[in-house]
């Protein structure tokens, strides 16, 4: 592989894999170095070969995990593989290529039953294109790693995952059907009300997410024909939209950054799960996360129908009322005032701002994370931006910003592109790509800072 193919492979492959990861140079190496290897400062060297003189660095902000090493690895043997046999069909090369990443994909969890995951992964992927009784279906599937039966019927998963019928077994949420690492069939497997555990995962996904453990795989194929792989009690890579992603969860809680208040993380990770809720929902939202000293500076760009919190109503206030004072306008000055210049409660039930009033009574004061997830996930998939201060007080739900003059793309792009001025902001589309974006003090322009999905 060529110096030029290995630069393409590194920011075309990996750079989007590994959530928040960037390509930071080349560096010189020998033959005693190997081809992938840790770094300083939360980075991984990378080279083709063995006798390549350079290495180039990735970093991130997060330190790369030891699965993450081994796919970087398996990765690289795969395509020094496909390297080597000279292709020059660019349609025929990206095939091969991501044929490559799953088979990458699935060895980095486990080497034990890596062929029998690939094999099913194979399955659902057909399964995927059809129909039964003209009807999309969800399809759930378990491998125990730790269970290797000697069947001398040999149930296999290829006999029987070619038939119509067990798409009537199997929903994907609390029914799946269980093989060992041959292969052979186990069971039926309910999952009605598994043990509670932590788990990172979208909540339409909790229950697989907790019995997958470090013995165990799942597999789901969703009614959109998005292919998602559990391990470790946690979603770590889908199939979606064609492309195989990698979900790099702590990496991207980390980059929500604000570590100004002791709840700073539990913050973070609520914003995240409601994120990742809207993604798999498909309903799209647009989340942002204040800075501590930002809050009066976003404000100029939410509208006082949707504040929900009285204390930043009031800040609202002062600030129309301060702009008010200086309009040449006396009768749209006048009009302002008169608007502003009355209580929180009586703004909202003078103007009847319902879903406003509605809110503040279900929310009753409470903190972001405080909330049922579900009922976050609900709310922010209302049309509009939901605004998260540095404590974790919702300022505002479904609120139309405001935004920055000369803003490109749609309207949620927009608004999370102009509230990031002022801390951290995700925009889920309804095609379920998350977009984080954080303003760069050191260019002062907004940033992407992650793309998942």
């Known amino acids: 592989m060529t110096k030029e193919e290995f630069y393409d492979v590194v920011s075309d492959l990996f750079v989007p894999l590994f959530t928040g990861s960037y390509l930071a140079g080349e560096i010189d190496s020998s033959s005693r170095d190997m081809e992938v290897a ?38 690289l043997n795969e395509l020094n593989y496909i390297s080597a046999l000279e292709i020059t069909d660019k349609v025929y090369l990206n095939q091969l ?61 290829n006999r029987i995952m070619n038939n119509d019928f067990v798409s009537l077994f199997t929903d994907g949420d609390t029914s799946f059907i269980e093989f060992d690492i041959r292969g052979n069939m186990l069971g039926y497997v309910s999952l009605k009300n598994p043990k509670k555990v932590a788990t990172i995962s979208p909540i339409f996904y909790d229950k ?16 959109r024909g998005e292919l998602l792989v559990f391990y470790d009690r946690q979603l770590i890579f ?24 002791a709840s700073a993380k539990q913050i973070r990770r609520s914003i995240y799960n409601t994120a990742l809720d809207c993604s798999f929902s498909y309903h799209g939202a647009c989340i942002a996360y204040l800075d501590r000293d930002k809050t009066r500076d976003a404000l100029m760009h939410i509208d006082a129908a949707d504040i929900i919190s009285e204390e930043h109503f009031n800040i609202k206030r002062d600030l129309e009322l301060e702009e008010a004072g200086k309009l040449y306008n006396l009768e749209n000055s006048k009009g302002i005032i008169e608007k502003f210049n009355v209580p929180y409660q009586e703004f909202l039930i003078k103007h009847q701002f319902i879903k406003t009033m509605m809110l503040r009574r279900v929310i009753s004061g409470r903190k972001l994370f405080e909330l049922d997830r579900q009922f976050i996930e609900e709310m922010a998939s209302v049309d ?53 974006f954080t303003f760069d003090r050191k260019i002062r322009k907004v940033k992407e800072i992650f793309y998942v999905g």
Not at 141 to 152: F, G, P, Y
Not at 216 to 222: A, E, K, S
């Open 208 to 223: 697989v997410a907790r019995v997958c453990n470090d013995k165990r795989v799942g597999l789901v194929l969703t009614k």
């Open 97 to 157: 290529r991501n044929m490559a990443i799953e088979k990458a994909l699935v060895e980095s969890i486990t080497d034990v039953g890596a062929d029998t995951i690939l094999g099913i992964i194979g399955a659902l992927e057909t399964w995927a294109a059809r129909t039964y009784e003209g009807e999309a279906f969800e399809f759930g599937v378990l491998i125990n790693l730790a269970a290797s039966t000697e069947d001398k019927n040999e149930l296999k998963y």
């Open 38 to 75: 840790l770094g300083k400062s939360n980075s991984i060297l990378l080279k083709p070969s063995r006798n390549d003189s350079y290495r180039l660095v990735l970093k991130r902000g997060q330190p790369f995990k030891s699965h993450e090493v081994n796919l970087m690895k398996s990765i």
């Open 384 to 436: 509009g931006a939901i605004v998260i201060d540095y404590d974790g007080t919702i300022i505002a739900v479904g609120a139309i910003i405001k935004i920055e003059a000369g803003s490109k793309g749609g309207g949620r792009l927009a608004a999370a592109q102009t509230l990031a001025k002022y801390g951290t902001s995700i925009k889920v589309s309804q095609d379920g790509i998350m977009q984080g």
């Open 238 to 261: 889908a199939k979606r939209n064609g492309n195989w992603c990698v979900y790099s969860h702590d990496e991207i809680i980390r980059l929500l950054q604000n570590n100004v208040s």
